[in-house]
């Protein structure tokens, strides 16, 4: 299975000043883990996570005060459609991190993260575990 396969096509983008507040309500309701932060004038493409926001405001940060780019992770690892499941699963592990972020032609196409990749995988280890007919 290819990362098109099971990468999320919904792509967030918000930029570096919004808040994190701003940025929690846009990723709940578009019922996303990651937002994609584009700041063409500094550092480009990042990544802002559930886990950034959730460590942000558990550091006592004022979450309406708090700017995204404080927390956006820069040094992004991408994917393209055409890595395996098992490619991204291993740069998740090599890096520590649940999303990446998928490039076609150089922009952002979709993020594809570790539920992502659980969900097409376990009905594959299902039909794989199933008892053959007698």
Known sequence: MLVSD???????????AHTLRQAAQL????????AIVLDPDTF?????????ILDAIGAGLDPDREPAHAH???????????WTLTEAADAM???GFRHLVVLDGGEP???VSVRDIVRCWAP??????AP???
């Open 44 to 52: 480009g493409l990042g990544i802002l996570t559930e886990r950034d």
């Open 72 to 82: 956006t992770t820069t040094d992004v690892v991408f994917a393209t459609r055409r």
């Open 6 to 16: 099971a990468m999320s096509t919904v792509v967030l983008t918000i930029g570096p």
């Open 93 to 95: 592990l090599r890096g």
């Open 27 to 34: 990723m709940s309701a578009r019922r996303v883990g990651a």
């Open 132 to 134: 053959l007919p007698v």
């Open 124 to 129: 594959a280890k299902a039909a794989a575990d």
């Open 109 to 111: 196409a979709g993020v």
